[in-house]
């Protein structure tokens, strides 16, 4: 396995492992709510989330003249950082923190992916992967007995990890790290857009089917991604290549309806 493919799953795996560290983090948010009180815990995500953006232009600026950035992609991604921060209910301000959470998980992934792709491609491979990742973290606070599911939360974080691929791009982070020697060839877009569809559709209805074990049904798109990218689609894969680092992201969220149904995990 070369070095390209060894740091796709390498970050890709950090990222997701950093979804379910970022889960755990509840009782720091409690703990910050009883000591700062419900303005002062509201502040701390956009502090966080601004302080992130700071730091990483710092260090980058110490590289680099201010007319090498893209600018129009850091307005950008400070629009959809403004938006995020607005859309959580403000009676759990704690929600904010996703913010910050997914503009990290973006950098992360970029690094993992920038030997692959540079410019739009990578953002957009950087973007989708984040969302899917903010999928799995709503689908994971399903199964977390303090926690629920909800679709506001994945337009968080959505938003979020595209407003990280944008700064990325924005601040040409990695930049310089030298790209694969191989062609990669991108899959399709009907393939790409069946997995997103897949995507879609196994999420929409999860909302109405809290308190009891997912209908084994909710795995249909899912299937049906999988046999389009797997069979339909003859496309060459390359081990550890974005997309298809992004397309099995979604095949695995099978596992959330299939654990439903034993005795240790209720959907919230």
């Known amino acids: 396995m070369k070095r390209a493919q060894i740091e796709s799953l390498g970050y890709s795996l950090l990222a ?9 983090t509840i009782g720091v948010w409690r703990w910050l709510s009883e000591e700062l009180g419900k303005t002062g815990s509201m502040l701390v995500p956009f502090l966080v989330a601004i302080l992130l953006l700071i730091f990483v232009f710092v260090a980058r600026l110490r590289k680099k003249e201010q007319s ?37 998980l973006a950098f992360v992934l970029r690094r993992g ?12 491979l ?9 999928a799995h973290d709503e689908l994971i606070q399903g199964l977390h007995s303090e926690r629920y599911f909800g679709h ?36 399709p877009w009907w393939t790409l857009a069946a997995v ?28 049906t991604a999988a046999f389009v990218w797997s069979v339909l ?23 959330y309806p299939v654990v439903t149904h034993t005795p240790v995990a209720i959907f919230q």
């Open 152 to 187: 506001r939360d994945i337009v968080v974080d959505g938003l979020s990890a595209i407003a990280g691929a944008l700064a990325g791009h924005g601040l040409r982070l990695y930049d310089t790290v030298p790209k694969r020697e191989e062609n990669w060839i991108a899959p």
């Open 68 to 104: 090498q950035f893209h600018w129009l992609y850091l307005v950008a991604a400070l629009v959809l950082v403004g938006i995020a921060l607005s859309l959580p209910d403000s009676r759990f301000p704690a929600k904010r923190i996703h913010v910050a959470e997914f503009m990290l």
């Open 113 to 124: 992916f920038c030997r692959w792709s540079s410019g739009i491609p990578l953002i957009i």
């Open 196 to 223: 997103a569809a897949g995507l879609i559709v196994f999420l929409y209805p999860l909302p109405g089917l809290r308190e009891a074990p997912l209908p084994w049904w909710t795995l249909t798109p899912l299937l």
């Open 16 to 24: 997701l492992v950093l979804v379910v560290v970022f889960i755990q």
């Open 126 to 134: 950087t973007a989708a992967t984040g969302i899917v990742l903010g």
């Open 233 to 255: 689609d003859r496309t060459p894969r390359s081990t550890g290549d974005p997309a298809s680092i992004a397309a099995w992201l979604v095949f695995v969220m099978a596992f």
